[in-house]
T-cell receptor
Framework: SQTIHQWPATLVQPVGSPLSLECTVE??????LYWYRQAAGRGLQLLFY??????ISSEVPQNLSASRPQDRQFILSSKKLLLSDSGFYLC?????????????FGPGTRLTVL | GNSVTQMEGPVTLSEEAFLTINCTYT??????LFWYVQYPGEGLQLLLK?????DKGSNKGFEATYRKETTSFHLEKGSVQVSDSAVYFC?????????????FGAGTRLFVKA
């Protein structure tokens, strides 16, 4: 069966510090991978998605970046965090088929920037 | 472009009450439709889905019917429980674009009182 892991679960960082959040998927090959952000009490904002190693599409210009160094590893990074980067970050995957795109979500990382 | 509109919350109900959360969509192709649920502090999980017009998705007592004529996918449950308290997201995925992305509604928070 497939599983998705995210870490850390919670993170408190000062403004201007770097960020690295990691997501890994097990039990599937060549998944589509996604990073979302959810601000407090708000909906989901798609940040990045990837359909293969090294292939990253950015949805929203900001000080975040994403990388996919391995087939089932997706990393979200920042060189300098802003207060507005606080939120709940969710990683998700889906099968790379042309059919319906059911997404499977990880447990999330709650980031607080102080 | 594609979009999803769902009723604003929060929705507060007493246990055993009937639930309806409205969802309408706009899509240029032939989307698949989903309801996801997010319990406090967790990631999203798929609740039910429908891939073509007139399909009815159901799970855990929840139901939603894909209505192409009214472009709607309303979520219903006959008798809610306290454990149903969560945020519910309506979503669509357009197969004509390869299904790479899912468009989410803003979410509707449900509170069920004992």
């Amino acid at each position: 069966s497939q599983t998705i892991h995210q870490w850390p679960a919670t993170l408190v960082q000062p403004v201007g510090s770097p960020l690295s959040l990691e997501c890994t998927v097990e039990g599937t090959s060549n998944p589509n991978l996604y990073w979302y952000r959810q601000a407090a009490g708000r909906g989901l904002q798609l940040l990045f998605y990837s359909v293969g190693i090294g292939q990253i599409s950015s949805e929203v210009p900001q000080n975040l970046s994403a990388s996919r160094p391995q087939d089932r590893q997706f990393i979200l990074s920042s060189k300098k965090l802003l207060l507005s980067d606080s939120g709940f970050y969710l990683c998700a995957w889906s099968v790379p088929a042309g059919g319906y795109n059911e997404q499977f979500f990880g447990p999330g990382t709650r980031l607080t920037v102080l | 472009g594609n979009s999803v509109t769902q009723m604003e919350g929060p929705v507060t109900l007493s246990e055993e009450a009937f639930l309806t959360i409205n969802c309408t969509y706009t899509a240029t192709g032939y989307p698949s439709l989903f309801w996801y649920v997010q319990y406090p502090g967790e990631g999203l999980q798929l609740l039910l889905k429908a891939t073509k017009a007139d399909d009815k998705g159901s799970n855990k007592g929840f139901e939603a019917t894909y209505r192409k004529e009214t472009t709607s996918f309303h979520l219903e449950k006959g008798s809610v429980q306290v454990s149903d308290s969560a945020v519910y997201f309506c979503a669509l995925s357009d197969r004509n674009t390869g299904g790479f992305k899912t468009i989410f509604g803003a979410g509707t928070r449900l509170f069920v009182k004992a």
